[in-house]
C-alpha cells in the first residue's frame, strides 16, 4: 500500500492544512453590501477630524509655516 | 498534536481530497455574499476635491537608504533607520536630531517607536530586533543599553510595540513572526503559516483586540490570533509578494502593497478582498501603505518614487505625491493624522501636510 511509504511529515503537512482549512471555512460571514456599508459609515462619522482629507488651517497645524507673507 | 502515522481510512490523498474540497467550499462561501463590489454601494459618496498636500519638512542627515521609520504618540518625534546601520530619532517641527545610534550590521529594516515614547526597538540584517531606552542625557551612549530581546533565523523585516513598552512581535525573513518579552528576551508566542519570508506586519487597533495582520513573499496576507499563536483568516489574491501590509482604523478591515503593483483592500468579516487600488499607468511595485485617520484615503508608495493617493472607498487615484528622487521604502500617518511622512532610498524622509 503505497500509505506506508508516505513520509510522516507531509502527513503531518497535510493535516496541518486540513484542519487550518476547516477553520477557515468554519468563520462566520457577513455580505460585502453590509461590509461596505459599514466602512462607509465609519469614513463619514471621522471625515471632519481628519486633517490630510479636508484640510486644516495653517494656524492649526504644526507642519504649515505660520510665517505671514509680504506682498511686495 | 499528538498523533503519529496515520488515523484509519487516511491517505496523504485522502487528506489533499479534503483539503482541496475544503478550498472549493470556502470560495463558495465567499462568493454568495458577494452580493455588490465596495466601489459600487460608493457611488453616492460625494467625490473628494483636490487635496492640498505638499511637502513641508526634508529631513536630511542618512548617509544611505531610509528602510523604515515610526512616528513616537507624541505626534512629533518619529524615528528612522538606514541601510548603513543607523538609527535616528527626530524632532519633525524643528528638524533637529535628538538621538542617533549605529548599529554594527547594515540594512536596519525595522524601527519602532515604543508606546511611551521612551525606548525604540530596531532590527535587521542581525537577525535580531534590540530595544534601546532613549536618554534625556545627550552624551550617553545608547549603544551601550541595547538590549536584544528578538531572535530570529534570518533577517527581521518589521517590529511594533504591543499596546505597552513591555512586549514586541516582529516579522523575520525565517517566514514566522514572534512576539516577545522585552525585560527577559523570552518568546511568547510564535507564529506559523507563511511558506516563505515575511516581510510586514500591523497590530490591530487596540479596541479590536488581540489580533494582528502580517504579509509576505508566498503572496499571502495572514491574520493571527496573538494569545493563541492560531491563523485564524488568510488572503490571497495578490500576484506577487505583499511588501506591506495595514489595518483600517475601525479594525474591520486592512489593505496590503505589493511588488505587483497594486494595493489591496479586504475586509475582515466579508472573509474577502473588496478592491483593487490599480491603474494601467502604475507599473512599479509598491512598497508601503498607510491609512487618513478616518480611513478615506489610502497613501501608497511605489518603487517609481512616488506616493499615490487613493480614494479607499470609489477605488479612484486622488493624488500623486512627487519629490523623492528614489525608491519610496515606507510611508506612515502621525498620530494626530495631521502630516504624513515618507521615508526612501535617496537618503531623505520628507514630511507632507
Known amino acids: 500500500m503505497s500509505s506506508k511509504m508516505q513520509s510522516s511529515s507531509s502527513i503531518a503537512q497535510a493535516r496541518r492544512t486540513v484542519q487550518q482549512l476547516r477553520i477557515e471555512a468554519s468563520i462566520e460571514r457577513i455580505k460585502v453590501s453590509k461590509a461596505s456599508a459599514d466602512l462607509m459609515r465609519y469614513c463619514g462619522e471621522h471625515a471632519k477630524n481628519d486633517p490630510l482629507l479636508m484640510g486644516i488651517p495653517a494656524s492649526e497645524n504644526p507642519f504649515k509655516d505660520k510665517k505671514p507673507c509680504t506682498v511686495l | ?353
Request: aromatic share 8%; with cysteine.
Open chain 2, 1 to 353: 498534536m499528538a498523533c503519529q502515522g496515520l488515523q484509519s481510512g487516511e491517505t496523504l490523498a485522502s487528506l489533499k481530497k479534503e483539503s482541496d474540497s475544503l478550498k472549493k467550499k470556502l470560495e463558495e462561501e465567499r462568493g454568495k455574499l458577494n452580493d455588490i463590489e465596495l466601489h459600487q454601494v460608493a457611488e453616492k459618496v460625494e467625490m473628494l476635491g483636490a487635496l492640498s498636500i505638499k511637502t513641508k519638512r526634508l529631513l536630511k542627515g542618512h548617509g544611505n537608504k531610509v528602510l523604515c521609520m515610526d512616528w513616537c504618540k507624541d505626534k512629533r518625534r518619529l524615528v528612522s533607520s538606514s541601510q548603513d546601520g543607523k538609527v535616528i530619532v527626530w524632532d519633525a517641527f524643528t528638524l533637529n536630531k535628538e538621538h542617533g545610534v549605529t548599529l554594527p550590521c547594515t540594512w536596519v529594516m525595522a524601527c519602532a517607536y515604543a508606546p511611551s515614547g521612551c525606548a525604540v526597538a530596531c532590527g535587521g540584517l542581525d537577525n535580531k530586533c534590540s530595544v534601546f531606552p532613549l536618554s534625556l542625557d545627550k552624551n550617553e551612549n545608547l549603544s551601550a543599553k541595547k538590549k536584544a530581546v528578538a531572535m530570529h533565523t534570518n533577517y527581521v523585516s518589521g517590529c511594533t510595540f504591543t499596546n505597552s513598552d513591555m512586549q514586541l512581535l516582529t516579522s523575520s525573513g525565517d517566514g514566522t513572526c514572534a512576539l516577545w518579552d522585552v525585560e527577559s528576551g523570552q518568546l511568547l508566542q510564535s507564529f506559523h503559516g507563511h511558506t516563505a519570508d515575511v516581510l510586514s506586519l500591523d497590530l490591530a487597533p487596540s479596541e479590536t483586540g488581540n489580533t494582528f495582520v502580517s504579509g509576505g513573499s508566498d503572496k499571502k496576507a495572514n491574520v493571527w490570533d496573538m494569545r493563541s499563536g492560531q491563523n485564524i483568516q488568510s488572503f490571497e489574491s495578490h500576484e506577487s509578494d505583499i511588501n506591506c501590509v495595514k489595518y483600517y482604523p475601525s479594525g474591520d478591515a486592512f489593505a496590503s502593497a505589493s511588488d505587483d503593483s497594486t494595493c489591496r483592500f479586504y475586509d475582515l468579516r466579508a472573509d474577502r478582498e473588496v478592491a483593487v487600488y490599480q491603474k494601467d499607468s502604475v507599473i512599479f511595485g509598491a512598497s508601503t501603505v498607510d491609512f487618513s485617520l478616518s480611513g478615506r484615503l489610502l497613501f501608497a508608495g511605489y518603487n517609481d518614487y512616488t506616493i499615490n493617493v487613493w480614494d479607499v472607498l470609489k477605488g479612484t487615484r486622488v493624488s500623486v505625491l512627487f519629490g523623492h528622487e528614489n525608491r519610496v521604502s515606507r510611508v506612515r500617518v502621525s498620530p494626530d493624522g495631521t502630516a504624513l511622512c515618507s521615508a526612501s532610498w535617496d537618503n531623505t524622509l520628507r514630511i507632507w501636510a
